[in-house]
């Protein structure tokens, strides 16, 4: 609903919602969605979110964030662990 909101502002069929008040509720449904956690298939986002028109955040953008730090740690991890053992 997010997307709808986000996309149509300022143009004729502008819906009038704050786009705060639609990331609340993506919030709420997103806690909702944990219930059903056994059967998604999605590792990260688990439904719709309109805070990427909100911060202007490609969609991509916002997932490649979400992996990239898990990515860099394990990189420190294995760098830290080949020179322990080149010592």
């Known amino acids: 609903m997010g997307a709808v909101v ?3 502002m300022g143009h004729d069929l502008d819906t009038g919602m704050n786009l705060s008040n639609i990331s609340e509720y993506s919030a709420f449904w997103e806690q909702t969605r944990t219930l059903y956690a056994p059967f998604e298939c999605a590792v990260t986002m688990k439904s719709g979110n309109a805070d990427v028109y909100q911060n202007e955040i490609p969609g991509g953008q916002y997932t490649n964030l979400q992996f ?4 860099v ?6 760098s830290a662990t080949l020179l322990q053992e080149l010592k």
């Open 68 to 71: 990239q730090p898990q990515g």
């Open 73 to 78: 740690v394990t990189y420190y991890f294995s």
């Open 6 to 8: 986000a996309s149509l």
